[in-house]
């Protein structure tokens, strides 16, 4: 009887062995990989954010390009940039990108005359009328 139940025994660690090879169990203290995270946001989260990598100087001549048009459409004084801190610049007269794309001059009419302003490309969120 001793012989078959650690024959049974045997079996048993065998099985259970072979049963937590196929599971694959992380430590908490270990991080998933990136596989393994992006795996997770995908069936998790419905809304996964995506990046998309631009050119400083293509998204200020995009920015140039839109202001052109809808100063066309409005009058100058109605189109107005949003910024990442809340501010806005409306009454614009001028808007020229430098050379490099990563900067823009805004000239303004404010209540205390024309006024320059200088923002970075990656600050402006929007453009509106």
């Keep these: 009887m001793k012989t078959i139940s650690s024959a049974l025994l045997?079996?048993?660690?065998?099985?259970?062995?072979?049963?937590?090879?196929?599971?694959?169990?992380?430590?908490?203290?270990?991080?998933?990989?990136a596989a393994t995270t992006r795996e997770m946001s995908v069936s998790q989260e419905p809304s996964v954010r995506s990046s998309m990598i631009i050119d400083p100087k293509q998204r200020?001549?995009?920015?140039?390009?839109?202001?052109?048009?809808?100063?066309?459409?409005?009058?100058?004084?109605?189109v107005y940039f949003q910024f990442s801190d809340g501010s806005s610049i409306g009454n614009i007269i001028?808007?020229?990108?430098?050379?490099?794309?990563t900067i823009v001059l805004f000239r303004y009419n404010s209540s205390q005359g024309i006024k320059f302003q200088i923002v970075k490309i990656e600050d402006i969120l929007t453009l509106q009328y």
Excluded: R, V, W
Excluded at 60 to 78: C, P, S, V
């Design 94 to 101: 001028d808007m020229t990108t430098m050379a490099n794309g």
């Design 60 to 78: 200020a001549q995009d920015f140039q390009q839109a202001y052109d048009m809808l100063k066309k459409e409005k009058t100058a004084g109605k």
């Design 10 to 33: 045997c079996a048993l660690l065998l099985a259970a062995n072979l049963h937590g090879a196929a599971q694959t169990i992380m430590p908490p203290e270990a991080k998933p990989s």
